[in-house]
């Protein structure tokens, strides 16, 4: 079944959870409906609207704290999409909305559309992938003070698992680290690094493993200087800074 309505279930044992939750939800991406030949994106007003109302009645509740466009339409009508956001706010169906993996001219064009700010864009972050730091993606986050928020901070496994020479070196200095920070995984390090960021990331675990989950909690205390942020960025890089 789909997580939603997993999580819906779990909701109606408990329904004061609800209060103290905030519930995020996308919408966008079509894969592989019945009948059509390929997956798509289609963030047409008719579809975003229909995508809420499946996500409400799958979750059992009234309304999503925030809605976001999960990857950029190459066929997005802004005008349309603020349409469907305005409707659902006014309708108490949706209280924010923001986007995931848009540039920077994405998000621009949307929010020139919209009275309300957009609350995040949720795009990959980790020591694999430095596009977001490099593409003006979080220079534009910092100016409009929008906290991103991060997804597959660990690289999907691969800091973990991979043998390439650039996972090594990058595991070598993830492991000094993590002892001179003095925390009980690397994984935790990495969230320190991502935390170490001006634009204040909100990072994402992806695990179902409530271990990982609290360890991922436990990082949240730690403090990284700016000259190990930067030994990461050199072994992610292989040289040093120009």
């Known amino acids: 079944p789909p997580c939603e309505s997993l999580f819906g279930e779990a909701l109606k044992l408990e329904p004061g959870l609800r209060h103290q939750l905030e519930i995020v939800s996308k919408c966008g991406i079509k894969l592989m409906p019945a009948g059509k030949q390929v997956g798509h994106y289609n963030c047409s007003n008719a579809a975003i609207v229909a995508s809420v109302e499946t996500s409400l009645s799958r979750?059992?509740?009234?309304?999503?704290?925030?809605?976001?466009?999960?990857?950029?339409?190459?066929?997005?009508?802004a005008d349309e999409v603020a349409e469907a956001f305005t409707r659902l706010a006014q309708s108490g169906k949706v209280n924010h909305f923001g986007v995931s993996n848009f540039t920077p001219s994405q998000f621009a064009l949307l929010q020139s559309r919209l009275d309300a700010p957009l609350v995040t864009n949720q795009v990959e972050m980790n020591p694999f992938n430095f596009q977001v730091t490099e593409d003006g993606t979080l220079d534009q986050l910092q100016q409009l003070r929008v906290r991103p928020m991060a997804w597959s901070c660990l690289a999907g496994g691969r800091i973990f698992h991979e043998q390439s020479e650039?996972?090594?070196?990058?595991?070598?200095?993830?492991?000094?680290?993590?002892?001179?920070l003095g925390c009980a995984a690397i994984d935790q390090v990495i969230y320190a690094w991502l935390m170490r960021m001006p634009s204040s990331p909100v990072a994402i675990s992806g695990s179902g493993n409530i271990d990982r989950v609290r360890s991922a909690a436990?990082?949240?205390?730690?403090?990284?200087?700016?000259?190990?942020?930067?030994?990461?960025?050199v072994a992610a890089k292989g040289r040093p800074v120009p």
């Open 218 to 233: 436990e990082a949240l205390p730690l403090q990284m200087s700016q000259e190990q942020w930067y030994r990461i960025w």
């Open 59 to 77: 979750l059992g509740v009234d309304y999503l704290d925030a809605l976001l466009i999960h990857r950029p339409d190459f066929l997005m009508d």
């Open 166 to 180: 650039r996972a090594t070196r990058l595991r070598d200095v993830l492991a000094e680290l993590q002892r001179e």
